[in-house]
């Protein structure tokens, strides 16, 4: 666009950044570190749909029926559920649950996943063919049962009316759905069907940057509101008295849980992917993220998790603006 009113990005009213957390995968240590980021003003927990068995995790969705129950304020979300996997009639059931638990505080994250979980899957009998028809018409079945006293569909996977679901998510027409995605095609997507694009932790921040101008580009050429559009990263921290010693405490944690990993190299990951050192300095990183055009960062801590989480928590004002608990 040309015009003196400059772009969509352009015209947008800025928004205030928000900062959420990575739910920990202890089950002990759930309640304590989701009621402890309430306080410190975090705006939301985030948890995960692993389909890696190299590390002990707990199903996402299962963990944000638990937090529901603990919490009152924060927002709940998963980044992400992979296309397929679920039957999209189920899956909407399952997140309208938990958005009724929840009292419409839930936020969907939905990706395709990744190659290598595929054969898995298959030999599980899941259907792994056409995965992003699976995503695009999942997400469609899932807002026709939400909205619709009598969901009606026709594609090419999916063919149906006169379906009842219940319950109906609190939040109409249904919760927002955020995608995870990487490559320029799928960021496209993002923006023409989606709530919003959430940025993967294993990406260092020049590709992050390199995909948010796709994004922003995007929003652009499809005339959508960019205040209508969420964008958000995962990022991997740590906060100590120096980078030195936050460095030499990620280095083992990236390869433990990387350690082996067909994509992601972890003999980098602490230098590439991660933010880590004094406040000031995580401050400063994250407020580059913010000033790009993030909206929401979702921090993940990797040890020491709730001594992590009260020291993550000075950013909260640092970056927010939200008083001190």
């Known amino acids: 666009m040309t015009d003196d009113a400059g772009s969509a990005a352009d015209r947008a009213a800025p928004r205030a950044p928000r900062l959420a957390v990575g739910a920990p995968s202890t089950p002990d240590m759930l309640v304590p570190f989701a009621q402890s980021a309430e306080r410190l003003g975090f705006t939301g927990i985030w948890t995960q749909d692993s389909l890696s068995a190299d ?55 939905l990706g395709v996943g990744l190659d290598y979980h595929r054969p898995t899957l298959a030999a599980l009998g899941i ?70 694009w959430t940025g993967a932790g294993p990406a260092a921040t020049d590709d992050f940057l390199k995909q948010l101008a796709i994004v922003q580009q995007a929003l652009d050429e499809e005339g959508r509101d960019p205040a209508t559009f969420t964008i958000s990263k995962s990022v991997y921290i740590a906060v100590e008295d120096s980078e030195d010693v936050a460095r030499q405490r990620l280095i083992p944690e990236f390869e433990k849980a990387y350690g082996g990993n067909p994509v992601y190299n972890a003999a980098d990951m602490t230098e590439r992917v991660a933010v880590f050192g004094t406040v000031d300095h995580c401050a400063q990183r994250l407020g580059e993220l913010f000033d790009a055009g993030a909206d929401e960062l979702i921090l993940y801590p990797m040890y020491d998790r709730l001594a992590q989480l009260e020291a993550i928590g000075e950013l909260v004002p640092a970056l927010t603006g939200a008083p001190r608990p």
């Open 55 to 109: 590390n002990f995790s707990l199903d996402g969705l299962h963990v944000l029926s638990y937090l529901a129950a603990a919490t009152e304020r924060l927002r709940l979300g998963i980044g992400v559920l992979y296309s397929g996997r679920r039957n999209p009639a189920v899956q909407a059931r399952e997140l309208a649950t938990i958005d009724q638990l929840s009292r419409g505080r839930l936020t969907v994250g």
């Open 127 to 196: 259907q792994t063919d056409r995965p992003v028809r699976r995503l695009i018409e999942g997400i469609d079945v899932m807002r026709a049962l939400w909205s619709q006293d009598e969901a009606a569909y026709d594609g090419e996977l999916y063919s149906f009316s006169g379906i009842r679901s219940q319950p109906d998510p609190v939040q109409q027409p249904g919760p927002p759905i955020w995608i995870g995605a990487r490559a320029e095609p799928a960021l496209r997507r993002a923006v023409r069907i989606a709530d919003g």
